[in-house]
């Protein structure tokens, strides 16, 4: 079953420190891996976009990576700030029928 | 330049009652696709068009339809509603293709429809 996992599925941070969401998938095949953030009451925003042959990705604070091998991604967030507060959802174009297969996201509280 | 615009953004049915939603993408947008986000569940894709036909769709009902005119724009219709259709309905728009490919989609606010 076409499945993506994420964990932890919440965190607290304080402002200013790094962290690192995971993103585990078993969807096969897919072509792109793509990271959401969503604030409360908004709809997500496009971080970062990956095909399937890419091993790293970056937006200013954020950087994506890709490991094929163990089928898993991370979103690493250097230097958070009280605005990175939300959710991150990761989701990948994938399956027989190439459609949008979403994870339950993580929600991030960043504290100052 | 206009975002993703979604009407409405509240509504109230009650169960056996339904709904349309309207979705105005991105101008040169030519693909519209729908979401359905409820907090068991996350984002689940709904069904996606492109030059009024639609090209995928996710495992949902029949009582899910949808359709996009000529101008791009889309709407989706739900019959029948049920209490488990409380949910917040996205649509996204891109540029190309389609979710195929690396196009980036663009979201909406969305539309937070709660059924009694």
């Known amino acids: 079953k076409n499945q993506v996992e994420q964990s932890p599925q919440s965190l607290i941070i304080l402002e200013g420190k790094n962290c690192t969401l995971q993103?585990?998938?078993?969807?096969?095949?897919?072509?792109?891996l793509r990271w959401y953030k969503q604030d409360t009451g908004r709809g997500p925003v496009s971080l970062t976009i990956m095909t399937f042959s890419e091993n790293t990705k970056s937006n200013g604070r954020y950087t994506a990576t890709l490991d094929a091998d163990t089928k898993q991604s991370s979103l690493h967030i250097t230097a958070s700030q009280l605005s990175d507060s939300a959710s991150y959802i990761c989701?990948?174009?994938?399956?027989?029928?190439?459609?949008?297969?979403f994870g339950k996201g993580t929600k991030l509280s960043v504290k100052p | 330049k206009a975002g993703v615009t979604q009407t409405p953004r509240y509504l109230i049915k009650t169960r056996g009652q339904q709904v349309t939603l309207s979705c105005s993408p991105i101008?040169?947008?030519?693909?519209v696709s729908w979401y359905q986000q409820t907090p068991g569940q996350g984002l689940q894709f709904l069904f996606e068009?492109?030059?009024?036909?639609?090209?995928n769709k996710g495992n949902f009902p029949g009582r899910f339809s949808g359709r996009q005119f000529s101008n791009s724009r889309s709407e989706m219709n739900v019959s029948t509603l049920e209490l488990g259709d409380s949910a917040l309905y996205l649509c996204?728009?891109?540029?190309?293709?389609?979710?195929?490919?690396?196009?980036?989609?663009?979201f909406g606010a969305g539309s937070r429809l709660t059924v009694l």
């Open positions: 996204a728009s891109s540029h190309g293709t389609g979710i195929y490919g690396a196009n980036v989609l663009t």
């Open positions: 068009y492109f030059s009024e036909t639609q090209r």
């Open positions: 989701a990948m174009d994938g399956g027989s029928q190439g459609n949008l297969i």
């Open positions: 993103c585990n998938y078993t969807v096969s095949p897919f072509s792109n």
């Open positions: 101008s040169g947008h030519r693909s």
